[in-house]
């Protein structure tokens, strides 16, 4: 809701996501751009992560439809 923008809010929720992620020994694919771009400025969670690949492209529109 535009009514929420401009105070953070996704960026605590995607750092938090972040921090469960690695709390848990798990990893991520940043198909998300704004997790893609949060990434970009936090460097501290890149080692979470795995490339975007086509076969994950492709996996995704397959799901999703």
Known sequence: ???FA???LAAQLVQQALTDV???GKRIVPVCPY???FLEK???FADL???VT???RRWLR???G
Do not use: F, N, S
Request: hydrophobic content about 35%; aromatic content about 0%; overall charge negative.
């Open 6 to 8: 401009g105070r953070g």
């Open 22 to 24: 690695r709390a848990t």
């Open 62 to 64: 397959r799901e999703l």
């Open 54 to 56: 086509a076969e994950i």
């Open 35 to 37: 997790v893609a771009a």
């Open 49 to 51: 992560t795995d490339p």
């Open 42 to 44: 936090h460097h501290e």
């Open 1 to 3: 809701d535009d009514a």
